[in-house]
């Protein structure tokens, strides 16, 4: 008798065992690429574990243009920014997530109502930091798109109305993905503030070389001007999701790069051998080719 | 041929880019083998002559900087013949035996590719040769001969500074690529300074002329 009850009681105890909270597959893309420990697992102590609808279309990143519709045109603002909404999970009216967009990882969480064949939400973030506000969106039954507008909490911000059309997009780490042609056009919005009367244009080489592809060698970055190997260089972070919180290389690829979503905000523990080395043989260049500019020495 | 006037103005503008020179140099103290320009030599600092050549060039180059204070002035070598004999053998043994051949064998790996070899390495080789020269004919009492040699190493140990001189106004002027720049200014920073050089014996020290400051 005792020994069928710890038989069952065993069995019962290693059945349990297979129910772990599945938040996988709630949780932004399958790449190892994605977000970075401690705003996902605020995420996760918030989401009730009941109800949740793991399968969900509509979770999943979103990406697109973060448009300033209401904006203080006295004030030094940006008009578009690149934008991710993650859904990371929904609940029976609760819905949970994050937005990347200019070096900023915000969680929110609100809820929303099933309008027909969308899903219409109203969400805030924390709200304990200067530019949190609130999300109003709708999303479509497949998850395919989010529309909607953002509010700032803090009325006297430079912005304080934002809209945005994005698609889903899951992320994807590349090595081989390069820049367009559009890049090698244009120049560095940002000015570089030792030398504030030059402006910076880029040149083709920007297309020709992809540091994330293979090792460079001294002779491929040598002659470069410092612009290129910037945003040579910044490719490497932006292929890995990289969410830039400076302007100067922001505006290139959130302005330029089709196939760029910002997702983290801290990428260094997922760049390759041959991204590290890169990006040390780059800087190099890149200090030595800025030295050449206004200043006597060598 | 100078009056004082230009003298002084001179002397303080070689002043002026001798510190320079030192605060350049300054940059490799404490010892380091990946700060400033090694900083893109990273692929032949681990040769040891390379590194015995470049901190050689250096922590003694330096040194021939004030032979440029005294050795023009008659003033001091007339009053002070010492001063002039002992920072003269200063700046030739350092030419001849620290600055100079540690220069050539940088040369043979300077950026800017082959042209720029060649150059840094014939520079070399000329400033090695005038300064031995300077020292055989004052040895045979041949002074006229003495001071000419030694315009012509002076105007070569000269250009540490026009060839960075020439270097700034490039990149002011025209924006080239970094290493483009170095292959111009390789050449640009010191067959100037010969040709000068050359302008300065035939005109000056030929004639019979007595001179104010370099006499």
Redesign the interface.
Known sequence: MKKILMMIMAISLIASCNKTSENTASKIGNSPDTATSSEKTTQEKNTPSANQNQNSPVLGTYTGGFEASEFNETKDYVYENRITISIDSVGEDTIDGHSVVAGNNRPFKGKFKQEGKSLKAEVAEPGDDQYDGKFSFTVDADGKTISGTWTSNDKKLAVTKRKYSLNKKQFKYDASQGLPTDVQWTSLYEKNPKFPDQVEALTEDVTKINASAKELT?KDV????KGDLEVIRNAIYARHGYSFKNRRMRFIFDQFVPWYMPLNTDIRSNLTEIEKKNIDLIK??E???EK??????? | MVSKFWAALLLIIYGFFSY?LV??SLQYIPYDTDV??L??K??VIDILFYKLAFFTHVYTAVFVIPAGFTQFSGYIRRKFPLIHKYVGRVYAFVVIFLAGPSGFYMGIFA?GGISAQISFCLLAILWIYFTVLAVSRVKQGNIKSHREFLIRSFALTLSAITL??W??LI??AF?P?????YEIVAWLGWIPNLIIAEIIIRKFVKSKKSNEYFD
């Not at chain 1, 050449?292 to 060598?298: H, S, T």
């Open positions: 001294k040598e002659n470069m001007y190099r260049y200090e030595h080719a050449y500019y206004d200043e006597y020495g060598r | 320079l605060t350049i400033a320009f900083r893109i990273q692929d950026n960075r001189a270097k700034y990149v002011f924006e690529r970094p290493m483009d720049v």
